[in-house]
Structure formats: structure tokens, C-alpha cells
């Protein structure tokens, strides 16, 4: 056993668990979320970030916040693997979005009202393996939306209603070897929209209104 002096006191005791310095940095659970460890559920507690709970978070739930406009904050959270921010109402997703959350291995973004993904939104996740879009009605993909998510293997744009795709869209997606596009509303492929997927193996273009493919 330890003396409570010996707790939060900057040295570890507890050579195997490291429990004696392990929460140490947590303040009090924000108001309208619930905190389990590192683990912070703010389901419909209309925030517009992370609150500053832990550096040390490594999942924060935002689903059905009301959020309109994504602001990160100024803290970096290097430790947190799952950002959840489904159901809300985002209509944009800006230039250098996530920069704050470089180890991030999950983002939700399904069910908002994105239309348009901007160049570099993702900059910076090159750990992210999986990214949910579905459920947003998007019109416009952007060159280089895609850029950094160099470990994606599987993106789903099914059904989003996808009117046009600018060139190099999926550049540097190095690990993307599944894309679904089906059930959108493409007319045209740009000669340079899958340029750089060179571990592309399955493409699905089903139920669009192809009537151009340029070379």
C-alpha cells in the first residue's frame, strides 16, 4: 500500500501498473458529460470541442451536440485514438480540421450536413484507419480532400449524392484498396481522379449517371 502522499506526486511507486500516476492530470468531468477513465461522453451536450478535461483522453463521444461549426481548440491530444462527432449538423469541414489530434485511428463524421470536403481537411491523420462520411449529402469532393490518410484501406461514399469529383481527390491515400462511389449523381470522371491509388483493387461506380469518362 501507498501513503496518499505518495499519489499524483510526480514519481512512480508502482513500477508494474503505473496506477499511482496514471489519472493524475484529470480535472473534474465537464458539465453534461459523463467520464469513465480516459474515456469522455458528451452525447448531447451541445459543446463545439473537446473540453479540456485530459491530455491524456483517448476517446471523446460529441454525437447529437447540435454542432453547426467545428472548432478544435488549443490543446494537442496526442493520445486519442477514437473522435466521434456523428449527428450534428457540421456543414463544413475546414482546411487543417484536426491538426490538434494526431493519432487519431477513428473519426466519425456520419449522418451531418456536409456538402463539400475541403483540400487538407485531414492533413495531419496519417494514423487514421477508418473514416465515416455516410449520411451526408456532399456535391462537391475537392482535390487533395483526402490528403494525409495515408492508412485508410476502405472509404464509403455510397449514396451521398455526389455530384463531381476534382482531380487528384485520392492523392496520397497510399493504403486505399476499396472505393465505393455508387449511388451517387456522377456524370463525369476527370481524367486524374484516382492518380496516386496505386493499392486500388475494388472501384464501384454502380447506379451514377456516367456519360463521360475523360482521358
Given at each position: 500500500c501507498?501513503?496518499?502522499?505518495?499519489?499524483?506526486?510526480?514519481?512512480?511507486?508502482?513500477?508494474?501498473?503505473?496506477?499511482?500516476?496514471?489519472?493524475c492530470d484529470i480535472s473534474q468531468c465537464p458539465q453534461y458529460c459523463?467520464?469513465?477513465?480516459?474515456?469522455?461522453?458528451?452525447?448531447?451536450?451541445?459543446?463545439?470541442?473537446?473540453p479540456e478535461y485530459s491530455l491524456n483522453i483517448r476517446a471523446?463521444?460529441?454525437r447529437r451536440s447540435n454542432l453547426k461549426h467545428w472548432k478544435q481548440g488549443t490543446m494537442c491530444f496526442k493520445f486519442m485514438h477514437r473522435l466521434d462527432l456523428?449527428?450534428?449538423?457540421l456543414v463544413q469541414i475546414k482546411y487543417h480540421s484536426f491538426t490538434k489530434f494526431p493519432y487519431l485511428?477513428?473519426?466519425?463524421?456520419?449522418?451531418?450536413?456536409l456538402s463539400t470536403i475541403q483540400a487538407k481537411s485531414f492533413w495531419n491523420l496519417k494514423f487514421l484507419k477508418t473514416l465515416s462520411v455516410l449520411g451526408n449529402v456532399f456535391?462537391?469532393?475537392l482535390s487533395y480532400s483526402f490528403d494525409s490518410l495515408a492508412n485508410v484501406m476502405?472509404?464509403?461514399?455510397?449514396?451521398?449524392?455526389?455530384?463531381?469529383?476534382?482531380?487528384?481527390?485520392?492523392?496520397?491515400?497510399?493504403?486505399?484498396?476499396?472505393?465505393?462511389?455508387?449511388?451517387n449523381r456522377l456524370?463525369?470522371?476527370?481524367?486524374?481522379?484516382?492518380?496516386?491509388?496505386?493499392q486500388l483493387r475494388h472501384l464501384n461506380l454502380l447506379d451514377n449517371k456516367l456519360n463521360k469518362v475523360n482521358q
Open positions: 501507498l501513503h496518499w502522499s505518495e499519489v499524483c506526486d510526480g514519481f512512480v511507486q508502482c513500477k508494474r501498473s503505473v496506477d499511482d500516476e496514471e489519472l459523463q467520464c469513465i477513465g480516459f474515456a469522455l461522453d458528451c452525447t448531447g451536450s451541445f459543446l463545439f470541442t473537446v471523446a463521444n460529441l456523428s449527428y450534428n449538423n485511428w477513428e473519426l466519425d463524421l456520419s449522418s451531418n450536413n456535391k462537391l469532393i476502405n472509404l464509403n461514399l455510397s449514396g451521398t449524392q455526389i455530384l463531381f469529383i476534382q482531380s487528384r481527390a485520392f492523392c496520397n491515400m497510399e493504403m486505399l484498396s476499396f472505393l465505393d462511389l455508387s449511388k456524370h463525369i470522371i476527370e481524367k486524374d481522379t484516382f492518380l496516386c491509388l496505386e
